[in-house]
């Protein structure tokens, strides 16, 4: 039987694996990792012009490792905390900026934000979780909200509120829940502006 922390790694592996190719080249003002030799340990890997960086603690203690491409972060970067065997950061870099899957993990290994990038901002689907469970979901484009956003209680996994985004902007219907998922509340937006809606009886 697969270590509790290897069971939710695998899932994790396969995300990134499936979605490598979302990566986006960065345009000329988006802010790049640049590394700093003297905080990390550099390898070179044979056969390739790519880097290895590994940044240890005091202790020596693995924090942060990962690959450098002309001194920029590239691909895949794993982030620990205290030593731990199982990571607490998993994040995607192109040319040292933000490209495809984020994720943060709690100290039992569970996803707390599953994300992705372009270019450093937030873009495609996000997810905040507690416990393993989802509080809020949404989808970005170019780091705005766009679509819908829904926050939940994660103690019972019902809906709380959702919203609907167009480009950053309240954009469609907007409504509340009571405990039992009945909508109570609901307003409708357009352009940022409500034109209608109150209580649901």
């Not at 790519?50 to 990962?66: N, Y």
């Not at 970005?140 to 679509?147: R, T």
Request: proline letters at 5%; glycine letters at 10%.
């Amino acid at each position: 039987m697969l270590p509790t922390a290897m069971r939710y790694l695998l899932p994790i592996l396969l995300f990134l694996f499936l979605f490598r190719c979302q990566n986006a080249p960065a345009p000329v003002a988006v802010e790049t990792a640049v590394i700093d030799s003297l905080e990390y340990v550099i390898s070179p890997i044979p056969g390739t012009t790519t880097l290895r960086a590994e940044k240890r603690d005091p202790l020596g203690a693995l924090v942060e490792a990962g690959f450098v491409l002309n001194g920029l972060k590239q691909g895949t970067w794993t982030t620990y905390d205290g030593g731990e065997a199982a990571p607490r950061k998993i994040v995607s870099y192109v040319d040292g900026a933000l490209n495809g899957p984020y994720l943060e993990l709690d100290e039992l290994g569970r996803i707390a934000v599953l994300a992705n990038y372009k270019a450093n901002v937030l873009h495609g689907s996000y997810g905040k979780y507690k416990i393993g469970r989802p509080e809020l979901t949404a989808s970005y484009i170019d780091g705005q909200l766009d679509g819908t956003m829904a926050e939940f209680d994660y103690r019972n996994n019902k809906i709380k509120q959702e919203a609907t985004y167009r480009m950053g902007v309240l954009h469609g219907p907007f409504r509340y829940f009571n405990e039992e998922g009945k909508i109570t509340l609901e307003y409708v937006y357009q352009n940022g502006e409500r034109v209608s809606g109150g209580i649901v009886e």
